[in-house]
């Protein structure tokens, strides 16, 4: 089992940013994808960001420029930074992992960008 779990959301004007991190526990070694998404009222969950093992890295077209995906292996955490924040960025966001043994889900952070 991979459990996972999302902190950092918050209240943030436009054009400010946000740091989200997603802690793993578990069986983490047997992760070979990390990613973010999002999910925004009355919409259906999007794709954010990914990194695997190796660390590369996909974003959205949305995102591309104002966030980065990053890892840092020791403590089994990645990390999103969000920079230029725009309000249609609100959403919950939430990691995601895939494993040799399964798919698995944080409970989700949200972010709102409002003035």
């Known amino acids: 089992q991979v459990q996972l779990a999302e902190s950092g959301g918050g209240l943030v004007q436009p054009g400010g940013s946000l740091r989200l991190s997603c802690a793993a526990s578990?069986?983490?070694?047997?992760?070979?994808?990390t990613g973010w998404y999002r999910q925004a009222p009355g919409k259906q969950r999007e794709f954010v960001a990914s990194?695997?093992?190796?660390?590369?890295?996909t974003y959205a077209r949305s995102v591309k420029g104002r966030f980065t995906i990053s890892r840092d292996n020791a403590n089994n955490i990645v990390y999103l930074q969000m920079n230029n924040l725009k309000p249609n960025d609100t959403a919950v966001y939430y990691c995601?992992?895939?494993?040799?043994?399964?798919?698995?889900w944080g409970q989700g952070t949200q972010v709102t960008v409002s003035s």
């Open positions: 578990g069986s983490v070694g047997t992760i070979y994808v």
């Open positions: 990194t695997t093992g190796s660390g590369s890295t």
């Open positions: 995601n992992g895939r494993s040799v043994i399964g798919e698995y």
